[in-house]
């Protein structure tokens, strides 16, 4: 049958501890919420898209609008139900991949639901444990970051990921490894550097991390692979990885050793399983990268980490290391030291709780076919 209605909200969740990176400090998120109904079975989606255009181009009102004005009208128009078939009929527009991945993703669950499947058995997963990791913001002084990143390590997380920009970068480095000699670390710049800080970048070589993540701005693939050159610690692409053929064009080139999979941020989850199946095949492992999603996106993340191919831990936290009122139920929590266990109910296999949505709900929209 096809699809009779499509909800979208808008939410504004605040965090339990403020998030500093290189673009500045939030203390809250604003995201949206995707519903998809088809014979009276729900799929949930989350869009990614953030407040104002500093990690992607798009923002909360552009996703919207892509949303509201041609993805959902291309989803009646053309009777679409099935994931890939939306996939591909929303290639015809440009860009905005993560308005694409909000509604495929909602249509993932339903696909599931509907086959009474967890999500991951739809993907092929081979895994029910993920390994969850932890994403450490820019505090206001190296101590506090020093106790933060122990408070994490005290609730179980094997591995930590710490925020550089210029300033706070070999600093922050060497205060976390002297304090934890022995954990597995990475740093992420969000592009914050350019070629002419390349002394500043090598001196990280010192500190045994596991990767540097996106070092120079997303379209600089060139500098990156003369960074890698120059570097003995592997790079790791984020923002620079919109989509198979700039994954090929990255791993060519010698870009980088590893690879961060949003969903979001590639379009869905059929350009992250190509991503996923080219970077395995070519020896590139790859991890699952967040964006500080509620308990919906994350739901789905899990599902998709569980691929084979995701082989270091992934930005993936329970849910109280994000938010106080999580909108899901149950909470997602560390179910071992440093694992998540991956949802066995049909779909995402977590709870949307509507009165928590609608408190945080800034604007609802529906839209019927
Ligand atoms: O660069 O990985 C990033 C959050 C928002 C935007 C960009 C990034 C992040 C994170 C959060 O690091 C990771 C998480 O969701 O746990
Ligand atoms: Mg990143």
Known sequence: MPIERVELDLLKLPYVHFFETSFGRATDRTFSLVRVYEGGVCGWGECVAEEAPL?????????WHVMKDFLVPLVFRKGLVEPEDFAREAGMFRGNRMAKAGIELALWDLKAKKAALPLHR??????????????????????????????????????????????????ACAAVRGRYPGIMLQADANGAYSLADIGTLKALDAYG?????????????????????????????DES?????????AVEMGSCRVVNIKVGRVGGVVESRKI??????????????????CG?????????????????????????????????????????????????????GVNP??????????????FRS
């Open 122 to 171: 739809l993907y092929g997963g081979t895994r029910g444990e993920i390994e969850a990791g932890v994403s450490c913001g820019i505090e206001d002084s190296l101590e506090d970051l020093v106790v933060r990143v122990g408070g994490y390590l005290a609730e179980g997380y094997k591995r930590v990921k710490i925020k550089i920009k210029p300033g706070w970068d070999e600093a």
């Open 55 to 63: 990690y992607s181009g798009e923002t909360t009102e552009t996703a």
């Open 209 to 237: 991390l596991l990767m540097v993540e996106q070092p120079f701005p997303p379209y600089d693939l060139w500098d990156h692979a003369a960074l890698q050159r120059e570097m003995s610690t592997p790079l790791c692409l």
């Open 276 to 293: 996923h199946d080219y970077c395995q095949a070519h020896g590139v492992p790859v991890w699952c990268g967040g964006m500080l999603e």
């Open 353 to 366: 709780v509507e009165a928590r949505i609608r408190r945080a709900s800034l604007r609802q929209e529906v």
């Open 241 to 249: 990885v919109l989509s198979l053929d700039t994954v090929r064009a």
């Open 296 to 348: 919906i996106g994350r739901a789905h993340n899990l599902h998709l980490a569980t691929l084979p191919n995701f082989k270091y831990p992934n930005d993936l936290s329970a849910s109280r290391r994000y938010y106080k009122e999580d909108v899901i139920d149950p909470f997602i929590e560390l179910s071992g030291p440093g694992t998540i266990r991956v949802p066995e109910g049909p779909g995402i």
